[in-house]
């Protein structure tokens, strides 16, 4: 469904992805792993264009979208949930959602305000609630729900994990998890190893911008010396 192919991604003159090659399939949870600064998120915003790649290939169901804006990416179905965010501070909860509404698309699950509600309660809650006034867990509960509200055939969720609490941690593992049950590709940025275990059917370790290993999760935990070696701090 998704598939990067030699892909080379600077800052200026800082060359942060080196000819990365990585492939997500149909319903499948992928976990990307690696350090701060490995290249995760530089990974997100090259699938997504706000990075194009200088070389190699982002294809996506398909057809190459190397070069193509965001925006149209984005209408081809491909979700994005960045770590910062991003919410409209001074929008309520129901406007934000409105805001990332988008036609349905064959083949995608169309959500609607009750499905997203009934996903995250806190949100139906504080459905007039302005953005600002959500703690870090709801508006990250937020941000999803906006991008879900683009009928996307998969998502990428850059850190989901990082600066919630222990509790909404467990509460978004149980929506990555319902994500895939209602047929989502799911592509998560994590450092949190045990909860891109409770989640995740494949993982994948960068370290420096290049793909270091790609695997089940039993074959990792069967090598400690690749945990140990990219993942450990």
Request: glycine share 8%; no cysteine.
């Amino acid at each position: 469904m998704l598939e990067l192919t030699s892909i080379n991604s600077f800052y200026g003159k800082a060359h942060v992805l080196s000819n990365l090659d990585l492939s997500v399939e149909r319903s499948e949870i992928v976990s990307l792993l690696g350090r701060n600064g490995a290249g995760k998120s530089t990974t997100m915003k090259s699938i997504m264009q706000i990075v194009v790649p200088k070389t190699g290939k982002v294809t996506f169901l398909g057809k190459d979208i190397t070069g193509m804006s965001s925006h149209r990416v984005a209408k081809m179905g491909l979700g994005y949930v960045p770590e910062d965010r991003r919410i409209f501070t001074d929008l309520t909860v129901l406007e934000n959602l409105e805001v990332g509404r988008q036609p349905s698309r064959e083949g995608t699950v169309t959500w609607t305000f009750d499905m997203l509600f009934d996903m995250f309660p806190n949100l139906a809650e504080r459905r007039q609630n302005r953005g600002k006034e959500l703690s870090g867990g709801e508006q990250q509960m937020l941000t999803i729900a906006r991008t879900l509200m683009g009928n996307p055939s998969l998502i990428l969720l850059d850190e989901p994990s990082e600066g919630i609490s222990p509790l909404l941690v467990e509460t978004m593992a149980k929506v990555i998890l319902q994500l895939k049950s209602e047929g989502l590709t799911v592509l998560i940025s994590e450092q949190n190893l045990h909860f891109a275990q409770l989640v995740a059917d494949k993982a994948i370790i960068i370290e420096s911008g290049t793909g270091k290993y790609t695997g089940s999760f039993d074959d990792l935990n069967a090598k400690p010396e690749i945990r140990d070696a990219y993942l450990t701090v």
